[in-house]
Nanobody, 123 residues
Framework: QVQLVESGGGLVQAGGSLRLSCAAS????????MGWFRQAPGKEREFVAA????????LYADSVKGRFTISRDNAANTVYLQMNSLKPEDTALYYC????????????????WGQGTQVTVSS
């Protein structure tokens, strides 16, 4: 497994933007795709977006389409989540994760997880 470190969370007003980063601690690791998930208090972990390292193919949850953009920097082993037009319902702990096998919205397909970064959107 690889260690993943998220950063970029914070407090923002509704309509604002944040950019999350997820950096892998090792220079080389086996990963097919990276995903972002989020979990609000009292709710289950929810898929947000995913991207493949090779082709850059992206996948989004319906709730964030058109507002969030996932991207990657292969040379830096880093994945980003640009979040625009933020809403109070986007408030959650955001996790990045790595999958060696698939680009999917299923958390069980991801085998390495970061510790999370808090995003709070005030109304």
């Amino acid at each position: 497994q690889v260690q993943l470190v998220e950063s970029g969370g914070g407090l923002v007003q509704a309509g604002g933007s944040l950019r999350l980063s997820c950096a892998a601690s090792r220079r080389t690791f086996v990963s097919y795709a990276m995903g972002w998930f989020r979990q609000a208090p009292g709710k289950e972990r929810e898929f947000v977006a995913a991207i493949t390292w090779t082709s850059g193919n992206t996948l989004y949850a319906d709730s964030v389409k058109g507002r969030f953009t996932i991207s990657r920097d292969n040379a830096a082993n880093t994945v980003y989540l640009q979040m625009n037009s933020l809403k109070p319902e986007d408030t959650a702990l955001y996790y990045c994760a790595s999958s060696r096998w698939a680009q999917t919205n299923r958390p069980t397909a991801y085998d390495s997880w970061g510790q999370g970064t808090q995003v709070t959107v005030s109304s």
